[in-house]
């Protein structure tokens, strides 16, 4: 199959490319930098260069392509970031159309049923409705859990005050993935028969901060490592503080407010999938603490 691929050499999208290389598909990977060209070749990929809200590039690009793997970047600078999204969305579902491509797999986001009061999540809701709106057109929604990799945010936190934590407490529930588990999830619906358009969550693991905070501990030799739960004014200063952009900051503390509610895991616990990652806390946790000493 011809496979268009975003998100250029990511955490998701660089397994994701390597996998459907290996399968024998033919891909095409975006990036919106140049630089990437060469890496994103030397995974077997040719690369497509430009940016996802110019809609006649993407309609170039996506013409003549079997399926899809679509997901909105970060921007941390975004004056609005759920216009940002919004406009993204749009673009995508615009070169959809004009293209003809009728197979798309969409990176989504456990709290994606909600519409507010979820961060930066909210903008990704008002993707799955955007792409719900394509008519004739297949879609799986993947709505990954927390990333693992977002407790990298942690680590100056604890190596300067000996604690990690957040706007929930030490016995909050986290549902968390990796995302080499998101890829492969992925990678699987592209290659699978689907009609219509339905939601696949994945997940890797599941464990309360506290559980989260002991194994980070223990596989940094920090074994009595505490969870501390801040007030929502205390996150928002620190992270203020370390220079995270306002519209970022209000996000984060939104979606740490979904967590403490426990609202945002809601609609998963309805639809668990039968299976799940391979990635494990412990695995994680290794792989923390070679970031964390490098």
Same mark, same amino acid.
């Given at each position: ?35 990437? $060209? %060469? #890496?994103? #070749? ?11 809200? @110019? ?14 793997? %679509? ?23 615009? %070169? ?24 930066? *999540?909210?903008? *990704? ?15 799986? +929604? ?20 000996? *604690?990690?934590?957040?706007?929930? =407490?030490? @016995?909050?529930? &986290?549902? &968390? /993935? ?7 999830? /992925? ?14 969550? *994945?997940?890797?693991? #599941? ?28 996150? #928002?200063?620190?992270?203020?503080? =370390? ?13 740490? $407010? ?8 809601? @609609? ?10 391979? /990635? $494990?806390?412990?695995? +994680? ?10």
């Amino acid at each position: 199959m011809k496979i268009i691929v975003t998100g250029s050499t990511g955490n998701i999208s660089k397994p994701l490319t390597q996998t459907l290389v290996a399968a024998g598909h033919n891909v095409t990977v975006i990036s919106s930098n140049a630089d990437k $060209t %060469a #890496e994103i #070749e030397a995974l077997g990929a040719k690369a497509a260069i430009g940016s996802l809200t @110019d809609t006649g590039f993407l309609t170039n690009t996506f013409t003549g392509a079997d399926a899809l793997y %679509a997901m909105v970047p970060p921007n941390f600078v975004a004056g609005s970031l759920r216009v940002y999204q919004n406009e993204t969305g749009k673009s995508y579902a615009e %070169a959809i159309k004009r293209s003809g491509i009728n197979k798309v797999v969409m990176l989504s986001s456990i709290g994606a049923h909600l519409d507010s009061g979820v961060g930066p *999540i909210k903008g *990704i809701h008002d993707v799955e409705q955007i792409f719900n709106q394509l008519d004739g057109v297949n879609i799986k +929604f993947v709505r990954a859990s927390y990333f693992f990799t977002n407790f990298f945010s942690n680590i100056n936190l604890i190596k300067h005050q000996g *604690i990690i934590g957040s706007n929930y =407490a030490a @016995d909050a529930r &986290m549902v &968390m /993935v990796h995302p080499r588990d998101i890829a492969a999830a /992925v990678a699987q619906e592209l290659q699978n028969d689907f009609t219509g358009k339905s939601v696949r969550y *994945i997940v890797s693991a #599941e464990a309360t901060t506290g559980q989260v905070a002991a194994a980070l501990g223990q596989a940094i030799g920090q074994p009595n490592l505490p969870w501390v739960e801040f007030t929502d004014q205390q996150l #928002e200063a620190g992270l203020l503080q =370390a220079g995270v952009p306002a519209e970022m900051t209000g996000n984060y503390v939104e979606m740490g $407010t979904a967590i403490r509610s426990t609202k945002l895991w809601e @609609d998963y616990d309805k639809h668990k999938p039968a299976s799940s990652g391979k /990635v $494990t806390l412990q695995d +994680f946790a290794e792989e923390f603490a070679a970031v964390y000493k490098a």
